[in-house]
């Protein structure tokens, strides 16, 4: 029985440094490069490609009126060519490619996309890139755009982005970790904030989840406790000997 033990302890600390090599992305189209009907377009809750609305493929926009206020922005055409959508921040700034935006301000939408596959009871990873940028056109100072990130029935908010009027304030990389409660939950973001000046436009990309992985501690505390047991083993066979 205690062999058992033993090889069951091993067992599980090698899926874990496995899942760590082998990690299965579970987002459809978290570069929003995919879309319906092109880019730099306002998006549209169906995938009915009307000639000025597009969708992103996997995704959900809506806000019970249509898609919200959020964009499909394609950060490489925005960067040479300026426009109504056009975001200062851009005329410098290309390797973003397709983003998702989002007017805090004014009818904004929730991105939503169904996770399937999960295993209820295990932790899961998520990341993503965002940013804060005016759009061409507009000035005011804004201190406390988020992204409000919510997985099943647990809600997390990104950190604080804040810009001059007129401003961009770089792109940042968020990481949260969420506790899968069924084999099946709905992603989402909503762009957040209150301060005066806008439109700003929270941006967003790049985002993945991915089965979460121990800390190296926890696996070091695993070892430990195989080494412990293994050491508990030998010792009483010694003294019944």
């Not at 579970?26 to 549209?44: C, H, P, R, V």
């Not at 604080?160 to 007129?166: C, R, T, V």
Request: overall charge positive; some cysteine; aromatic content about 8%.
């Amino acid at each position: 029985m205690r062999l058992k033990s033993v090889l069951l302890c091993l067992s599980t600390v090698a899926a874990l440094t496995s899942n760590a090599a082998d990690a299965i992305p579970l987002i459809t189209n978290g570069n929003f490069e995919l879309t319906t009907n092109g880019t730099n377009k306002q998006l549209s809750a169906t995938p009915n490609n009307v000639a000025n609305r597009t969708t992103l493929a996997g995704w959900t926009s809506s806000n019970g009126n249509d898609g919200g206020y959020n964009f499909a922005l394609d950060t490489r055409i925005i960067a040479t060519n300026a426009s109504a959508l056009a975001l200062k921040a851009y005329t410098s700034t290309t390797d973003h490619g397709t983003v998702f935006a989002s007017d805090e301000l004014y009818h904004p939408g929730t991105l939503s996309q169904r996770i399937n596959g999960l295993d209820a009871g295990s932790a899961y990873t998520l990341t993503f890139d965002y940013a804060l940028g005016q759009q061409a056109g507009f000035n005011g100072k804004n201190t406390d755009n988020y992204w409000k990130v919510d997985f099943g029935n647990v809600t997390q908010n990104s950190a604080l982005l804040s810009i001059p009027s007129g401003g961009f304030s770089g792109w940042q990389t968020a990481t949260m970790t969420f506790m899968a409660s069924s084999t099946s939950q709905v992603l989402s973001f909503l762009a957040r904030g209150s301060a005066a000046g806008a439109p700003p436009f929270l941006l967003l990309d790049n985002v993945s989840m991915t089965a979460a992985v121990p800390e190296p501690s926890t696996l070091s505390l695993m070892l430990g406790g195989v080494g412990l047991v293994g050491f508990l083993a030998r010792r009483r066979r010694k003294t019944r000997a």
